[in-house]
């Protein structure tokens, strides 16, 4: 790398009473009041010579000579250097190049530069300087003590195996006595004023952190500031936003390349509605809106209103690395060519401008210079902070992008994919249970939990459209069964054999060209203890409990989680995760906006057309765990069912078997017990039909 840093647009320079917010980046590509203007020139060694600069927030304006900066790169160490790396020389170079900075403390979330759940190999920055490979956690390294990881309790037990213990403190975020990050990062940095008087400087690279995460430090540090007794409006903290990422320079050549997967046509028969379909309805929603230009940052919203979808960029997620933005007259594609390259992508986007992946910045701050009456439509909830800070604050209209409510209430064409998908899915995992029964009670052998992964992963292959898992398949024996997150691998010493001694929890679905799956199901083929059969009842009446929900339409999904937690409360006993999550279309398995959680923060109301999972369980820790999933679509409950409201309830999608054996039928009732053999009377009735008559499949 010849430069530390790559030629961006630079983001605002802020300045508030308590907090700084600095950006070291390249010369801007526009100047205007609200915004930083720099001047000058990036040379090899990336120097940045500042001029006069101005910063606007809160309605005051700051004006600052900025000083001439200077930040050169480090040496690359060699890729076989890099891999043997252990976890304390990783973070003793990445402390260097803090130093290097005059950073304080560094932030290494889990995202991309569009907020993916799931993420390319490449953007893994937080699992490659942790070794914490969960899907959720934030990294928060000082450049003293130990470094501290922030997740919550599905991955607590994952992190506390992963972490160097010399090196790293687990933060088990959401317990009353963990503070949030930017509470500690408040407490920081007060700290360090009282001792030193100057502000404690904490760096993230701006294009992997949510908009709204400055404002949330701003605040905690804000009111940190009003504990310092001497001094009015003290400046505690700074807010310094590096567009090279630091820990890329520890990870060095070994780093994976950013993916370039092509994309392909979704089929119209299973989108159900045209890319130009889909800009008409967000062009009206633009005139609402008095929006002239919507902004699209998420992976699953550009693969969705283009109705394409790609394989390889993000594992088991059936998306492309790629911006877009429409305006009144321009619908644009922002990605490498090399992903738009086929004839028949070139013909889908003939409407479309295809744009470099790089210029999504600089063309919306163009849009803003344009005119001042100019206005971007950005969800700062599903954008970086980078993009959104190009953009002045008169000229953002800052809410949920029209994209999401379209993907998440599901068209006919879309519902009947997501049923077939099912269907199919019912017969693989029928073939697969078949085969794993009979290998371990009537041949008696044990079997691996990755041996598991792959005869599970190869019964689905053979199922028309299948494409891929989605999501890495959760095969937990005994004690692992209780890693809400877990996964197998034949390196690790927590992998583990099924045999007759110990249940089984596997949570696994599959990406079909059609439709997306997500199913958990408990096993047991031996004599299950009286607390396990307690407990798998219990979280059987729960899963019960809200499939047979009615309810008001725009009810928010918090006010159903009880109905899946009551009998284990009954039985003082709860789990820490949410019951249900949005599931796309041959999209992502894990899709918002609505979820059904105790977390009362998510009000969005459950609305006709959406698919959501129903998963509740229960997890002892060094024991077992128990989880029943199914996907439920939300259907109409009848029209007479009230003159004044409409009445929505759930339709069972998933089609594979629950294990009768380990229920005590004494707590179940006759009304539950009716709709155990009314759901499995279903699924013979749709899966039985693809599974060969005197198959072992069609027997079990």
Not at 146 to 173: M, V
Not at 341 to 352: A, G, K, N
């Amino acid at each position: 790398k010849k430069a530390f840093f790559s030629i961006r647009p630079t983001a605002a320079l802020f300045a508030v009473t308590s907090v700084h917010v600095q950006c070291l980046a390249s010369p801007s590509l526009f100047s205007r009041r609200g915004h930083a203007s720099w001047t000058g020139t990036t040379t090899t060694t990336s120097t940045l010579r500042g001029g006069q600069s101005t910063a606007w927030f809160g309605g005051r304006q700051n004006k600052k000579e900025a000083s001439s900066t200077a930040i050169r790169s480090t040496t690359t160490s060699p890729a076989d250097t890099i891999m043997s790396l252990s976890p304390a020389e990783k973070l003793d170079g990445l402390r260097k190049l803090m130093k290097d900075q005059g950073i304080g403390i560094y932030l290494v979330p889990s995202d991309d530069p569009h907020l993916s759940e799931y993420t390319p190999e490449a953007y893994k920055r937080r699992g490659f300087i942790s070794n914490f490979q969960g899907s959720a956690g934030t990294a928060v390294i000082a450049l003293e003590g130990k470094a501290l990881l922030w997740t919550d309790s599905r991955y607590w037990n994952e992190a506390g195996l992963d972490l160097d213990a010399d090196c790293w403190t687990l933060q088990k975020q959401g317990l009353p006595s963990t503070p949030t990050i930017s509470k500690w990062l408040a407490e920081q940095a007060l700290a360090h004023y009282q001792e030193h008087k100057t502000p404690l400087k904490i760096g993230i690279d701006p294009y992997v952190f949510a908009a709204s995460f400055p404002k949330e430090v701003e605040g905690a540090l804000e009111e940190a500031a009003d504990d310092v007794s001497d001094e009015e409006g003290a400046q505690i903290g700074q807010l310094v936003t590096i567009e090279a990422n630091l820990v890329d320079e520890v990870w060095g050549e070994a780093r994976p390349p950013v993916p370039l997967s092509p994309f392909r046509v979704h089929p119209l028969e299973y989108a159900g509605k045209s890319l130009a379909d889909k800009v008409e309805e967000i062009r009206k929603e633009m005139e609402s809106k008095k929006a002239t230009m919507s902004v699209f940052c998420t992976l699953d919203d550009v693969a969705y209103l283009f109705n394409m979808r790609a394989k390889g960029d993000v594992d088991t997620c059936p998306v492309g690395i790629a911006y877009a933005t429409v305006t009144k007259d321009t619908v644009s594609l922002y990605c490498d060519e090399a992903k738009v390259s086929s004839p028949e992508v070139q013909d889908h986007l003939s409407e479309v401008t295809l744009k470099p992946y790089d210029s999504i910045t600089s063309d919306i701050a163009a849009h803003c210079e344009a005119s001042r009456k100019n206005r971007v439509w950005l969800d700062k909830g599903r954008a970086n902070f980078a993009i959104s800070n190009v953009i002045p604050p008169k000229s953002l209209v800052d809410a949920q992008n029209a994209v999401v409510p379209m993907k998440a209430c599901k068209n006919e064409a879309e519902l009947a994919g997501m049923r077939t998908a099912h269907i199919q899915d019912g017969a693989a995992m029928a073939e697969f249970m078949a085969w794993l029964e009979d290998t371990i009670v009537n041949e008696g052998r044990s079997v691996s939990e990755v041996e598991i992964d792959e005869k599970l992963t190869g019964c689905r292959a053979k199922q028309p459209g299948f494409l891929e898992v989605s999501f890495p398949t959760i095969a937990g024996v005994g004690s692992n069964g209780a890693i809400i997150h877990y996964r197998a691998e034949e390196s690790s010493d927590l992998m583990k054999y099924l045999d007759k001694s110990n249940p089984i929890l596997i949570d696994s679905g599959g990406q079909y060209v059609f439709g997306t799956t997500d199913v958990t199901r408990t096993w047991h083929f031996g004599e299950a203890t009286t607390e396990f059969v307690d407990m798998y009842t219990r979280v059987l009446k729960g899963n019960i409990g809200m499939d047979e929900m009615v309810f008001p339409e725009n009810t928010p999904g918090f006010v159903l989680d009880v109905y899946a937690r009551r009998w284990l409360w009954d039985a003082g006993r709860d789990y820490g995760h949410g019951t249900g999550h949005g599931v796309g279309a041959a999209l992502n398995v894990h899709e918002g906006p609505m979820s059904i959680s105790p977390r009362w923060g998510n009000k969005e109301t459950l609305k006709l057309g959406m698919v959501t999972s129903n998963e509740p369980g229960y997890y002892a820790d060094g024991e077992f765990g128990i989880r029943i999933e199914n996907l439920l679509e939300i259907q109409p409950a009848k029209e007479d069912s009230s003159d004044e409201k409409k009445f929505l309830k759930f339709a069972k999608l998933t089609m594979i078997p629950i294990q009768k054996n380990l229920i005590d039928v004494s707590l179940m009732t006759e009304r539950e017990l009716d709709w155990l053999d009314d759901y499995h009377e279903e699924v013979m009735k749709k899966v039985g039909p693809l599974l060969p008559k005197d198959s072992p499949a069609m027997a079990w």
